[in-house]
């Protein structure tokens, strides 16, 4: 069966998500997210890789990500080895920990940026693990309320989008998330076979698909 299309340019961003072969465990417990995390900072430092957000969950994870150079591959080639090398190694296990490669998403429209940051976010609601995005220990939900920087989560840019002061901002981005997922947000990723790009065209066939099932959802605003 061929490969779907990939798309990868420099400064595009993606939403980058893999899970564990037959839906089995990736992550174990907390040293596991600390391989998971200092992998990304590894591709931050490394590859320059702009991260924004990120979510692992039991078993399968999220990111989305930028990349600054045509280094796209190489550097998702490097933290999926790295943390599979890592995992394997704590838990005297071998072979492959994936399913598969990784499967990104280029998010193609400026508008539904803030809106894959919040399904990312919200990924442990949405499953019924807590209440709120900030409660969950393995995400990159919790950075944007901590207090220490965190060199490699671009939190300032993610502010920046809400309001010029920080502590406004940081309400602003609560408020947000709260608000929770976009209904057509919801039905683009409920497809069995998720498309190489998010953008108008693509929602709006999400869209159609939903209301064939019975399901009427209305149009998506653009974040401001």
């Given at each position: 069966?061929?490969?779907s299309r990939r798309y990868q340019t420099p400064f595009a961003t993606y939403h980058v998500l893999n899970r564990g072969q037959n839906h089995q465990a990736i992550a174990f417990d907390n040293i596991d997210f600390e391989f998971f995390e200092k992998g990304l900072i590894e591709?931050?430092?490394?590859?320059?890789?702009?991260?924004?957000?990120?979510?692992?969950?039991?078993?399968?994870?999220?990111?989305?990500?930028?990349?600054?150079?045509?280094?796209?591959?190489?550097?998702?080639?490097?933290f999926s080895h790295t943390y599979v090398q890592r995992v394997n190694r704590r838990h005297a296990r071998d072979g492959p920990l994936?399913?598969?490669?990784f499967?990104?998403?280029?998010?193609?429209?400026?508008?539904?940026?803030?809106q894959v940051l919040r399904y990312i976010h919200l990924n442990p609601v949405t499953a019924k693990i807590v209440a709120r995005a900030i409660d969950y220990p393995w995400s990159s939900a919790r950075r944007y309320f901590e207090s220490r920087e965190t060199?490699?989560?671009?939190?300032?840019?993610?502010?920046?989008?809400?309001?010029?002061?920080?502590?406004?901002?940081?309400?602003?981005y609560q408020d947000f998330i709260e608000q929770g997922n976009r209904p057509m947000i919801e039905a683009f990723y409920a497809r069995q076979r998720l498309e190489p790009v998010i953008e108008s065209e693509v929602a709006c066939r999400a869209l159609e698909i939903a209301e064939r099932r019975g399901k009427i959802f209305l149009p998506v605003p653009k974040v401001p």
């Open positions: 069966m061929p490969r591709i931050h430092k490394i590859y320059s890789v702009q991260i924004y957000a990120y979510c692992l969950m039991t078993n399968h994870f999220h990111l989305l990500l930028r990349p600054t150079m045509d280094n796209f591959s190489r550097a998702m080639r490097h994936f399913k598969g490669r499967k990104s998403i280029l998010v193609g429209e400026e508008g539904y940026f803030l060199s490699h989560i671009h939190v300032d840019e993610i502010f920046n989008r809400f309001d010029a002061d920080r502590n406004v901002a940081r309400a602003k």
